[in-house]
């Protein structure tokens, strides 16, 4: 059996817009193509993966638990869109600004590749065909230290038409082609 690859997703910044700290529903907004992107990925035999630092919880705004049952509300959004998020993988530790235990230089905080080497064993990934979607250089520096095949910075913007936060014109398409390449096709999709 081939290796499965994954689309690896940041979180603020990417899935939504990043307003500091979003850990309410109330001040989660969606960033448009989202949900398209991650419904072609699922079609292309890819897995979804969240990547996310979470230095809310290291700092203390609010709890490891809270995070937890905000992403459940995360991913039941995806779902009632037909989209999925396969697995989430988040770092609480900040290595200066941690309270308590979250006060930690660890290996799992962005740069550092440990998420995405975690997803590896969890999931038996083929990280060299697999793609990350990051909006900052850290997301970026952790893909390619973990040796992601692909690895795009994003930025959303605010679309003009719809005024609604929209990733810039021509990336989504971008990552739908890399997603449909034959290449990414498993045999039994
Ligand atoms: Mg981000
Ligand atoms: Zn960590």
Redesign the pocket.
Known sequence: MTARRALFL?????INV?HGYVCTPERTDFIDGIFDLCRASTRNGFLNVVVTNQAGIARGHYAESQFLAYMDWVRSEFRKRDARLDAVYYCPHHPVHGIGDYLRDCECRKPKPGMLLAAQRDLGLDLGGSILI???GS?IGAGEAAGVGTCLRVAAIMDQATMRPAFAAGTLQHVLTLLEHDDARPADA
């Open positions: 940041d979180k603020d910044g990417v990043d990051g909006d900052s997301d």
